[in-house]
């Protein structure tokens, strides 16, 4: 529609090709009520009054898109690129922070944030970390395990991948004195059950006999 061959004169009119109903409907009308001369700006403006969003969901999706997985770069832009679309009067500074709360923690805490003030420093810091995401079918560590973090043996052999923690207290570890088999078998050993005093309990049993002399 704005190509050069259409004079800004006559989008109006040529608008009319790219619509479908209810916005013919909509064109129908403006053309009585608006009129075709006037200007393209009106008619833009009845448009987006007419058929822009309405609800919450576009601003909801700009604040509260956050990183799934993949390129920490990709992520941001469109993270950018979102509020820009919601709210264009949104400051700079908003929109960068935005992009930072929504990365993984292990990422926001490596990001200097009185070092981060322009779109281009957000970007340069981003693309120095990429290396603790990215993935390929060598490396498919998370990026807990990149950063140091290891896995737990123990969680891990038992059916519980993607543990980190110490070893040496896990549940599961067969060396942990409190760990899951110990725990259950100290609530099966009769042992650990405090049994009565015999010599009391055949008391309470002779009080409760009736005297056959009587």
Known sequence: MYSHEVPVQRYAEAIRL???SPAADWHCISIK???IEEYWSRWRESFLETFGPKGWSELASAYFYKYIKGSLSEYALHKIRLPIEADPGMPLLTRINLVILYLPILIRDRID???IQTQTELMAELN???????KDESDQKPVAQKLGRKQCPHCDKAGFPSR?????????NPDNQNNRISSLAKKKD???VKVVN???FQDVINQSIPDPKN
């Open 128 to 134: 120095s970390l990429e290396h603790l995401v990215e």
């Open 33 to 35: 009520l608006i009129s």
């Open 18 to 20: 790219f619509l479908d």
């Open 198 to 200: 015999n010599v009391e």
């Open 190 to 192: 009769p042992s650990t």
């Open 164 to 172: 980190f923690h110490a070893s040496s207290t896990c549940w599961n």
């Open 113 to 115: 944030r009185s070092m």
